[in-house]
């Protein structure tokens, strides 16, 4: 069952609310509403047994009165709903589909129009960030870019930093083990604040869920105010007792620093640098994800995150709780493609790094990538194999530097593709730093400005979902005047193929796929091959 708590205090659209969440519930709920020093006129008549009011003739408060109807409560979950917004069909069940015992759940939030109580589409906020605004800890809205790459994000369950308070959903027992809500600060101010604090400094996660939503009536902002007086000396003491709580790190319960959160969602107005290079492992059941990370972690030197994209599966065990670990979930599974994609889009940094599941790293290696690239290269390390059980550069095998792009002949399936160019191997075997035709895909580096001026996304629609990124972003790359550059100085190892892959593809699936790529490169192909003098 889910506890709907609505505190209320001369709130004239209470019964819109109480009915709208009564009309869309579609699994057993209750409905406590407490009435904080109020009675309305005319007495609201629900008719429904679900809704269950408490009335205190002098006012308590936001938190005690929502504190004392989750005593009341007989509900699995509590749903924090302010008493002037309007839900989704089957919010509850929506919501409880996709909470984990330690999240803080945010439904998609809408501003609502209290006219037709309808979510205002336009007006959509799914990410929220804690900033300081006049010297004060509080809830704020990204703008421009920011708003705009957050917001493109596909994944339906992600990671925010905050949440303005209206609407939050959690499991009962969860809400007790964090404290309830603090009356230390008051009896209004800094919910969202507190909420998103608990939820994240607790060892646990704040997310939004855009398989849902609820609307809010935004009353502030030039509307008619609030419906009772706030003092502001409670305002202002409920923000320093919060500021001091949590940026001292005070709060007993706490498995994390303040300094943690920022870390992980680098907010605007901090000061913390980005950073310099955004690791991107598109994943699907591949049981050497954690190995991977693991030898980013101890080999990488600079500033850099990792961004592991769950393409539409569930990870037998969670990942390795740091800050610079941001993992992307998406819902379903899109392909290699879609993933990267996906990555690139949640990326901060200055250089984007593609890599597969199942590769170790040299040590440094991100730092001697780095250090000599231009605006306008893809850059692509040597690569020995790797044999994943053992974790271990299979030294037999050698290493592949350059490659040359062919099209394979019959009988195979005609297609694009790298082989190893031995001749010249051997002929620029002492030049560290050379241009090549063609690499494989299973790691490059690139400046983040290239991706977005040159690049912009890897297409799945006539290519499909997986094969032919790297003939893409070739072809891409050369007719903006760009380069594709090997870097001798260090080395990645792959898993060697003789190890079975994590997924199939049919081969008749992509024969069409990769005659797209065919018909869209080859006049350029055979420029290519003339520059290259073959």
């Known amino acids: 069952m889910l506890s709907v708590i609505i505190p209320a205090r001369n709130e004239k659209y209470l019964e819109n609310t109480i009915r709208n969440v009564l009309e869309n519930a579609r699994g057993p709920i209750e409905v406590l509403i407490v009435l904080d020093g109020w009675l309305p006129e005319p007495r ?28 009341k409560a007989r509900g699995k979950y509590v749903m924090k709903l302010d008493a002037h917004c309007a839900v989704d069909e089957g919010f509850d069940v929506k919501l409880a589909a996709d ?8 439904p998609r939030m809408y501003n609502l129009d209290i006219n037709t109580w309808l979510p205002k589409k336009h ?23 920011e708003f705009k790459r957050l917001h493109r994000n596909p994944a339906l369950i992600d990671d925010t930093m905050s949440c303005m308070g209206p609407g939050f959903f959690m499991h009962k027992d969860r809400f007790w083990e964090l404290g309830g809500c603090d009356e230390k600060h008051g009896g209004w101010g800094q919910q969202g604040i507190e909420v998103a604090c608990k939820a994240w400094l607790s060892g646990g996660r704040l997310v939004v869920n855009k398989k849902t939503w609820f609307a809010h009536w935004f009353r502030g902002g ?11 000396r409670a305002v202002a003491a409920a923000r320093k007792y919060s500021k001091d709580l949590w940026l001292n790190n005070k709060w007993p319960l706490a498995k994390r620093k303040f300094e943690w959160l920022l870390e992980k969602f680098n907010p605007p107005g901090w000061d913390q640098s980005k950073p310099t290079l955004s690791v991107v492992i598109p994943s699907y059941k591949d049981p050497f994800l954690f190995k991977t990370i693991e030898s ?38 899109g392909g290699m493609r879609n993933a990267i994609n996906s990555g690139v889009r949640a990326a901060r940094g200055q250089y984007l790094m593609r890599t597969d599941e199942h590769c170790m790293f040299a040590p440094g290696f991100d730092t001697a990538m780095l250090r000599r690239i231009e605006d306008n290269w893809i850059v692509v390390p040597r690569r020995f194999y790797l044999d994943p059980y053992k974790w271990e550069v299979m030294a037999d095998k050698g290493y592949v530097d350059y490659e040359k792009l062919v099209i394979l002949d019959p009988p195979r399936p005609r297609k694009f593709s790298g082989v190893k160019w031995i001749e010249r ?19 490059w580096v690139m400046p983040r400005s290239w991706w977005e001026k040159v690049i912009v996304a890897l297409d799945s629609n006539g290519y499909g979902p ?26 990645f190892a792959h898993k060697h193929r003789e190890f079975n892959r994590t997924h199939q593809y049919p081969t008749e699936r992509a024969i ?10 080859m006049e350029d192909y055979a420029k290519v091959k003339e520059r290259w003098g073959i």
């Open 296 to 333: 980013i972690q101890k080999n990488f030197t600079g500033s850099y995150e990792i961004i592991p994209v769950i393409d539409g599966y569930k990870l037998e065990r969670p990942l390795p709780e740091h800050p610079s670990i941001r993992p992307v979930v998406l819902e379903k599974n």
């Open 425 to 443: 191997s051997r002929r620029r075997r002492k030049v560290s730093l050379d241009e090549t035709m063609a690499f494989q895909g299973s790691c």
């Open 99 to 106: 909470c984990e015992y330690d999240w803080t759940v945010i």
């Open 44 to 71: 609201i008549e629900i008719g429904d047994e679900r809704a269950i009011f408490f009335h205190f003739k002098d006012s308590i408060g936001q938190r005690q009165a929502i504190n004392y109807a989750a005593k």
């Open 222 to 232: 030039g509307g008619p105010g609030f419906p009772y007086p706030i003092g502001g």
């Open 466 to 491: 997986h094969y032919q990124d790297t003939t893409e972003m070739l072809f891409k790359t050369w007719r903006a005047g760009g380069k594709l550059m090997l870097n001798k100085a260090t080395w």
């Open 123 to 145: 007006k959509r906020t799914d990410y929220m960030y804690i900033g300081m605004q006049k010297e004060e800890l509080r809830t704020l809205y990204y703008g421009g870019d």
């Open 512 to 521: 069409p796929e990769w005659q797209f790529a065919l018909d869209t490169w």
